[in-house]
């Protein structure tokens, strides 16, 4: 009877304790600030528990801080492709963005007040799926990864198909390289487009490189995550850093384009302005300027990701007018150019460099697959679409035009044909549709770095924004080429995304299940890399250089 008393005892205090950590769950639910402290608290308790022989055998341990930036794979998931599901009863069920939870930035349910929540909202920055924090230590030889947040992160959506994935793929790599293409072939000559075809391979093997330093730790998602795990906060700061300049230059890049191209339509335009004469080209780049920026005000850019899907139609669209131009209008094709020019072929080199530079996105693509183990074919057709157009654009565009090929093949297509007229308007309007999605993961990380409180204003996000859209004015005034832009922006930061830190991440990451041969493909790989990046960056800079002269 004693022994029937003492488990009875026993079954009701553990009903108790049950019941406790019922309501403790319970509460924590309600109330999401208490949950964060408890989790901090044990977060950091584990960690210094776990960490502690590591520590007792002199090996350096990274403190677990939030790193920066959090908001890198929301905003750039809004360059993806979205999907469109139906289902039975009704005529369209949803429309939604591979990852529309974090597509809609800040956006409130209370329409009234919606001008007033911040661009991007604290609570959006915590439910981020990127690991707020990676803690690396070395023990007993090899790296160890473990990720943590201050509360429980939902899976990553896996929504994406085979066919979307290709679609983001080419979406992302068929850009405005395109156009440049044939000045390519004149600068560096025929055989110049053996280093394209090189650079194809070269970007889809570190694209692969990627797969496998995301495959190397279950946290990893985005390219900043890989960039932490190799080197630390230092290597996340560094990588996040260099991307968003990638994508800044773009906007840059966009801003001359639709000049350039307005100016080839209306190029008797000029005006006065304070004394000073202000040519065609500087008003249509402030247009363009005051066009794109309330697109950048937009608190749901889901509409702009789905007018950006017509990227590739646009750029099929432009092959179709050129080729149309050289046949049908008759303007025929001429044998020209030299066989290989040695003198300007490390300029041709960037230019060639920056068609193949999607590493910012190929994670975010990865980790979004329903299928990720069919990634590598992903970029594999992806590349050889994109391959055979910028080859095709490049021969048919210097065998029309010649030696008189300008850096956009757009501006040298006569502009009383029609196809021309469809092809430059393309050229304007294409880059108007993608400027908000471009420039909106540089605007997020900066707001990320806004204190909390009144700092994350709406108003504040607006000065941010606008601020992001007049700088890239200024700098396409000051830099007004084309041409000598996307070379340096393709021998220096695309050939660091792309092409060097893609190796030795996974040289650091996974040097341990290498083999020789890996790994000596690899250290190739990087040397081709940095000699590239030295050798177009000083060409394409000279270049710059001697306009000014």
Not at 150 to 164: D, G, I, M, R, T
Request: with cysteine; proline share 4%.
């Amino acid at each position: 009877m004693v022994i029937n008393k003492a488990k009875i005892k026993e079954e009701t205090m553990k009903r108790d304790e049950d019941l406790g950590r019922d309501r403790g769950d319970e509460f924590q639910t309600d109330d999401e600030e208490n949950q964060a402290e408890r989790a901090c608290e044990s977060h950091y308790d584990t960690e210094s528990d776990y960490s502690s022989p590591a520590h007792n055998s002199n090996n350096s341990i990274e403190a677990a801080i939030p790193s920066w930036p959090q908001s890198y794979r929301g905003s750039i998931d809004m360059l993806g492709t979205p999907s469109i599901s139906f289902s039975k009863g009704s005529n369209v069920a949803g429309i939604t963005n591979s990852l529309s939870s974090l597509c809609k930035i800040g956006q409130g349910s209370d329409s009234a007040s919606s001008l007033s929540k911040p661009l991007i909202s604290q609570r959006s920055l915590d439910n981020e799926e990127v690991p707020t924090s990676t803690l690396p230590f070395k023990l007993s030889g090899s790296y160890h990864f473990r990720f943590s947040s201050v509360e429980e992160l939902p899976p990553p959506h896996k929504e994406s198909s085979f066919a979307q994935a290709v679609l983001n793929g080419i979406n992302i790599l068929c850009g405005i390289g395109l156009l440049t293409t044939p000045y390519a072939v004149k600068e560096g000559g025929w055989l110049s487009l053996s280093i394209l075809l090189l650079f194809g391979i070269v970007c889809c093997y570190t694209g692969a490189l990627l797969k496998k330093c995301l495959e190397s730790s279950p946290g990893l998602r985005t390219y900043p995550d890989i960039g932490q795990a190799a080197f630390g906060v230092a290597g996340r700061l560094l990588i996040s850093t260099l991307l968003y300049f990638e994508l800044y230059a773009a906007c840059v890049e966009y801003i001359i384009m639709m000049s350039d191209n307005l100016s080839t339509l209306f190029p008797d335009t000029f005006m006065s302005f304070s004394g000073e004469q202000l040519d065609s080209h500087q008003i249509f780049a402030f247009i363009a300027t005051i066009v794109v920026l309330p697109t950048v005000w937009l608190r749901d850019l889901s509409l702009l990701s789905y007018l950006s899907v017509g990227g590739v139609g646009a750029s099929i669209l432009m092959v179709v007018c050129l080729l149309w131009v050289g046949v049908v209008n008759e303007v025929g094709f001429h044998q020209t150019g030299v066989a290989l020019d040695l003198s300007n072929l490390p300029f041709a080199v960037g230019i060639y460099g920056y068609g193949f530079a999607g590493h910012a996105v190929f994670p975010n693509i990865y980790s979004s697959m329903k299928e990720p183990s069919s990634f590598t074919l992903v970029l594999i057709i992806s590349f050889t679409f994109c391959w055979f157009m910028y080859t095709a654009v490049a021969i048919s565009g210097f065998l029309i035009f010649g030696d008189s090929i300008k850096s956009q093949f757009t501006l040298n297509m006569p502009v009383q044909l029609t196809a021309s007229k469809l092809a430059v308007w393309t050229a304007v309007v294409n880059p108007m549709t993608k400027y908000a999605l471009t420039i909106a993961p540089v605007a997020m990380s900066l707001e990320e770095l806004m204190p909390s409180g009144r700092l994350r204003s709406y108003s504040v996000s607006l000065i941010i924004r606008t601020t992001l859209v007049v700088s890239t004015l200024i700098v396409a005034q000051t830099f007004p080429y084309f041409g000598f832009v996307m070379a340096f922006i393709g021998s220096s930061l695309a050939m660091i995304v792309a092409v060097i830190f893609p190796c030795t991440c996974y040289l650091c990451l996974l040097h341990e299940r290498l083999t020789k041969l890996q790994i000596a493909a690899c250290i190739v790989t990087i040397g081709v890399g940095v000699l590239t990046a030295c050798v177009g960056t000083y060409s394409s800079v000279a270049r710059m250089a001697n306009k000014f002269s």
